[in-house]
């Protein structure tokens, strides 16, 4: 079965080639919101949004990310490779540029493999705590590939 294999998020070996070694991805990240300051690095994924029992009516921030080298740190490593099935053959030929169209399933933040709960304790969280571990791993399935575009 063919197959597409992607990272979410920095791996510690493209993080650990340092400022110098980023290329023009750094500052690409950075213009998105997607980086907090080099010692901190890489912000993975940011959920942000309103959320209430009753009503929508507080606010909540979840940005995931390793804040630096985790060897050092003793922090997890929030890096994940995920890897999913093709349903078709993703040709590349000198006529043909595939896209291969991914789903995500944003009800995983919360009701995936671990169920969470947004509270004041967990609703505005930066870098790698333990929710934000949980959370990484439910993210990690929300992904499926719908179909493949062979033109
Ligand atoms: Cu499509």
Not at 98 to 126: C, E, R, Y
Request: charged share 15%.
């Amino acid at each position: 079965m063919p197959k597409i294999k992607f990272g979410l998020g920095i791996s510690q070996k493209a993080y650990l080639l340092g400022q110098d070694g980023q290329a023009e991805f750094w500052n690409k990240a950075k213009q998105k919101g997607m980086s907090w300051s080099w010692s901190a690095g890489y912000i993975f994924v940011k959920l942000e949004g309103k959320y209430g029992a009753t009503a929508a009516d507080m606010e909540f921030m979840n940005h995931t990310g390793n804040m630096g080298n985790v060897t050092a740190n003793n922090t997890p490593d929030l890096y994940r490779e995920i890897t999913l099935n093709l349903p078709t053959t993703a040709r590349v030929t000198s006529q043909i540029k595939p896209s291969v169209h991914i789903l995500s399933d944003l009800n995983q933040f919360l009701s995936g493999s671990k169920s969470l709960t947004l509270d004041t304790a967990n609703n505005m969280m930066m870098g790698s705590s333990q929710h934000l571990v949980d959370v990484t791993d439910n993210l990690t399935a929300m992904f499926k590939v719908d179909h493949v575009h062979n033109d």
